[in-house]
Each structure stands twice: as C-alpha cells, then as structure tokens.
Nanobody
Framework: QLQASGGGLEQAGGSLRLSCAAS????????MGWFRQAPGKEREFVAA????????TYADSVKGRFTISRDNAENTVALQMNSLKPEDTAVYYC??????????????????WGQGTLVTVSS
C-alpha cells in the first residue's frame, strides 16, 4: 500500500528526492514518516509530517538538510535530501501512522510500511 522510490547512488554533497506513493487506501488522515536502516544497524527515525502537513519533525542528524512534504490530493509524501553525507547511506522506508497529534519519531506509532528504497552516498 506504500511504495517508496527515488533511491540511488549519489556523491557526497549531492541531492536525492524520495517519494512515497500510497495505493489501496487514502492516507490523507495519517501522519507520515520516513525511517532508514543502515547495514548492521537498527531502523531509525528520519522525518515525519502531520496529516495536514502543518507540522514536521526531524532527526537531529538530518535537520537543515532534509525536508519532508506531502500532497494529500495525490496521496504522496516526499523527502528532499540535500547535502548528502556517506552516513546517510541506508534503506529508506516510508510509513503511515493513524496518530492525529504531533508527528512522531517512534516507529511503533506507525502501522503501515513501504518496502524501502536504497540510498547510497559515496565519499
């Protein structure tokens, strides 16, 4: 129901834009988040946006470099990643949470998950 795309190989300092498309269900009333998992590490929070798009939150490691946005009419969520670093290398997942409050960084709050898209940043 969630399909992430846009990953690839990029040099350090470059940019990538990830997209998450929803199907089979309308996620306009869901908060959306992006998480990532590097090899050998646990899945970690990257960014989240409230159902209305009015509130966002970011991990400290990406603040000022990444921007999350959503288009409820298109049922999509995007993650614009600028000034990429090698440590951003990971599989990126989008997820949907039914929670109506502020966007959450706890992955346990998210009910639906996409399959992930690989981002590799070379130094």
């Amino acid at each position: 129901q969630l399909q992430a795309s846009g990953g690839g190989l990029e040099q350090a300092g470059g940019s990538l834009r990830l997209s998450c498309a929803a199907s089979g269900r309308t996620f306009s009333s869901y908060a959306m988040g992006w998480f990532r998992q590097a090899p050998g590490k646990e899945r970690e929070f990257v960014a989240a946006i409230s159902w209305s798009g009015s509130r966002t939150t970011y991990a400290d490691s990406v603040k000022g470099r990444f921007t999350i946005s959503r288009d409820n009419a298109e049922n999509t969520v995007a993650l614009q990643m600028n000034s990429l670093k090698p440590e951003d290398t990971a599989v990126y997942y989008c997820a949907a949470s039914p929670y109506q409050g502020p966007p959450q960084s706890d992955l346990l709050m998210y009910r639906y998950w996409g399959q992930g898209t690989l981002v590799t940043v070379s130094s």
